[in-house]
């Protein structure tokens, strides 16, 4: 499985920025798929996630604001990001988990958040 993540970019506080994750392969409706993000000099932390039955779960300090989703049929899942702030600025990463439990990563999308 190969992931392709796109929509990052650089926005004002308050605005708001869809990312993209494109996947290959034919695995990816049998996925947990989910974005994390890892800012400078902090951990990887989990954001969002979406099972393949569709059920989300959303790190707390973006309840409310993010929105995961995904289409099977265009092999894709999706982050919605609304009311950014500053501290959501950090490089955001796809991942896609198996039903054999083998994660992948994708290469990572820079989102900059300025006050």
């Known amino acids: 499985v190969q992931l392709q993540a796109s929509g990052g970019g650089s926005v004002q506080a308050g605005g708001s920025l869809r990312l993209s994750c494109a996947a290959s392969g034919t695995i990816f409706s049998l996925s947990d798929m989910n974005w994390y993000r890892q800012a400078p000099g902090k951990q990887r932390e989990l954001v969002a996630g979406i099972t393949i039955w569709g059920s989300t779960n959303y790190a707390d300090s973006v309840k409310g604001r993010f929105t995961i989703s995904r289409d099977n049929a265009k092999n894709t899942v999706y982050l919605q990001m609304n009311s950014l702030k500053s501290d959501d600025t950090a490089v955001y990463y796809c991942?896609?988990?198996?039903?054999?439990?083998?994660?992948?990563w994708g290469q990572g999308t820079q989102v900059t958040v300025s006050s």
């Open positions: 991942n896609a988990v198996s039903s054999r439990r083998q994660s992948y």
